[in-house]
T-cell receptor
Framework: DAGVTQSPTHLIKTRGQHVTLRCSPI?????VSWYQQVLGQGPQFIFQ???????GRGNFPDRFSARQFPNYSSELNVNALLLGDSALYLC???????????????FGNGTRLTVT | DQQVKQNSPSLSVQEGRISILNCDYT??????FLWYKKYPAEGPTFLIS?????DKNEDGRFTVFLNKSAKHLSLHIVPSQPGDSAVYFC???????????????FGRGTQLTVWP
């Protein structure tokens, strides 16, 4: 079975631009979460979506938005890019949203975003 | 506000010996803890977890110990193998009203190097 797939793998953008990152969860997984990993730190929670509804949001500005589609894939959008947005963006999927105890997160390989 | 702390950025161990990775947390609402392993250019991979109602969980060469009173957990790898060389992240989750149950709080990670 295919794991969590993310596209693109690498991206270079200029300050002020916007970016869209895409994620396809593992087949059958209905929950998608997004994390940002800045170099030297652990992943930081951005969003969780379940059944196309936002179930949680981390401490990120409104420039960050996301959505989940009927097929459970997801997009993360970032507007007005700043240099500090340069990071590895990880998507994770799980079977359900609220039972992390029996449904640990499965991560994709991430999208490396560089803002210049 | 780092609620999950991994104070050792790196650990070097000889093949066959025990590797002990440590993690401390500050939020007493955390009730589920996970370890993820990350190779370069890949996303984090779930390794092992433990619920706060237990003090030990074992899976093959990997054992996680939890000391709730000290808010401390550790991952033991015995025997260590060169293929275990990776970054290990400690993560925690809180099953509390108002929290996002699928949200994980990560430490900054410990780079484990196992040498022959």
């Amino acid at each position: 079975d295919a794991g969590v797939t993310q596209s693109p793998t690498h991206l270079i953008k200029t300050r002020g631009q916007h970016v869209t990152l895409r994620c396809s969860p593992i087949s059958g997984h209905k929950s998608v979460s997004w994390y940002q990993q800045v170099l030297g730190q652990g992943p930081q929670f951005i969003f969780q979506y379940y059944e196309k509804e936002e179930r949680g949001r981390g401490n990120f500005p409104d420039r960050f938005s996301a959505r989940q589609f009927p097929n459970y894939s997801s997009e993360l959008n970032v507007n007005a890019l700043l240099l500090g947005d340069s990071a590895l963006y990880l998507c994770a999927s799980s079977l359900v949203a609220v039972d992390i105890y029996n449904s640990p997160l499965h991560f994709g390989n991430g999208t490396r975003l560089t803002v210049t | 506000d780092q609620q999950v702390k991994q104070n050792s950025p790196s650990l070097s161990v000889q093949e066959g010996r025990i590797s002990i990775l440590n993690c401390d947390y500050t939020n007493s609402m955390f009730d589920y803890f996970l370890w993820y392993k990350k190779y370069p250019a890949e996303g984090p991979t779930f390794l092992i977890s433990i619920s706060s109602i237990k003090d030990k969980n074992e899976d093959g060469r990997f054992t996680v110990f939890l000391n709730k009173s000290a808010k401390h957990l550790s991952l033991h790898i015995v025997p260590s193998q060169p293929g275990d060389s990776a970054v290990y992240f400690c993560a925690a989750s809180a099953k509390a009203r108002g929290s996002t149950l699928g949200r994980l709080y990560f430490g900054r990670g410990t780079q484990l190097t196992v040498w022959p």
